[in-house]
């Protein structure tokens, strides 16, 4: 899934069509496809996040990293907890969920 992520995430980059941040994340969930959450957001945010995009109908990726990992993934020097995403093909996005899916079991 890394490596799939890795390229949507860069895409979306290049593309300018990401935001960083818990803060980002919760005021354009409505125009986002997927919002993704390291291990580093706190409870609070996690549920505020979660809760909008549950209402918003987008789906969130747990990443399984901390901050620095999901920084370093986008290629920016700094640590972000979270990162909403945009455009992503429906293709993308289902086969990030799908493997997602698989993780878990």
Known sequence: MVKLLEKVIKDAIEDDKCSFGTKEAISTIKNSKLVVL???????????????????????????????????????????????LKTLSDTNLKAITKELEIEKK
């Open 38 to 84: 390291s291990h580093s957001v706190s409870e609070e945010i996690l549920e505020k996040i979660q809760e909008a995009a549950k209402n918003a109908k987008v789906p969130t990726l747990n990443y399984n990293g901390s901050s620095v990992e999901l920084g370093r993934l986008c290629g920016a020097q700094f640590r972000i907890s979270a990162l909403s």
